[in-house]
Every structure is written in C-alpha cells, then in structure tokens.
C-alpha cells in the first residue's frame, strides 16, 4: 500500500451514517422544536450497581435545538461530568436536515467548518477523514445513549420566545 494514496470519501457510507443519525436522533428527541431539550444520566465507565456511585461519576449527556426551521434544525449535544476541571467538555453541533432525513456533525469542540476531506498534513492536524470519523463518532455516542442512558425528566420542554 502505498502512503502517498490520496483518500477519496465513500459517499455512500457517509450518505448511510447521516440517515442512520437523523432516526437515532428521532428516537432520542422526538420534538425539534426551538428550545426543546432532553437530558439522559449515565453512569461513567467502570461503575457498576454493587458499588455506591458518586454523582460525580455520572454522565449527562444534554441535546438541545438551538434553531429549528421548515426543513432543518439544529442540535447542540453536550456533555457534563466525569471530565476533569482542566478539560473542555465534549460539544457538538449537529444540522439535521428533516426533507433529506438526514443528520451530519457541523461543528466539534467549537470547531466550525468541517470539510468533508483534508491533505495531510494541515495546520489544524486534521485527518484525511475527520469528518466521516466525527459522523461515525455521533452514531456511537447517539446509540451508547439510547442504550444506557435514562431520562431525568419525561419532558424538559423550556420555550425561547
């Protein structure tokens, strides 16, 4: 195999993540209305049910629509806990596109403007497939949270008007 192979997108696999996270997100988040949220608890890696578990040794993971349109809405997923103070906290920002039925990550760790292939090296020290590998990343988190993750409330429904 030779390294100097450029990397060249499979669209079809990324076609087929993004559909896979809008009905993920479907299941987790049944309103995309401005404002709407929903929290799920989780208990961090390595805590089990024999052992008293701190608070601070739970997850939560928090999904909000920060801007909801005819046919898109934006989601902002957030989470808090088990990171140490020094840490930022895992943040993305997904744009679910509802006539496409589809979901793709636009923005992680504050960082906008995803392309959908980089040359290696670059200054952000991207890889080649970061943003096929960030989609990957939303379908694990989105499935590890209707997996394990519990409700705090049934609903968390705050307007913005």
Not at 5 to 24: Q, S
Not at 28 to 49: I, Q, T, V, W
Request: include cysteine.
């Amino acid at each position: 195999m030779s390294l100097n192979r450029r990397y060249v997108p499979d669209l079809k696999k990324m076609a087929a993540a993004c559909e896979g996270n809008y009905i993920r997100l479907n299941k987790l988040l049944p309103e995309f209305e401005l404002g709407y949220e929903k929290s799920f608890m989780m208990k961090a890696s390595g805590a089990n049910d024999s052992v008293s578990v701190s608070p601070e040794s739970n997850v939560k993971i928090t999904l909000k629509v920060i801007e909801s349109f005819p046919y898109t809405s934006t989601i902002e997923l957030i989470q808090h806990g088990v990171c140490p103070g020094w840490v930022t906290p895992p943040t993305m920002v997904v744009r679910v596109y509802h006539d496409a039925r589809s979901a793709e990550v636009t923005s992680y760790q504050n960082q906008k403007r995803i392309q959908g292939k980089y040359v290696y090296p670059n200054p952000q020290m991207r890889m080649p497939d970061e943003k096929a590998q960030l989609n990957q990343f939303l379908a694990e988190w989105l499935t590890h949270c209707f997996n394990h993750g519990h409700t705090e409330v049934a609903l968390d429904f705050v307007p913005l008007r």
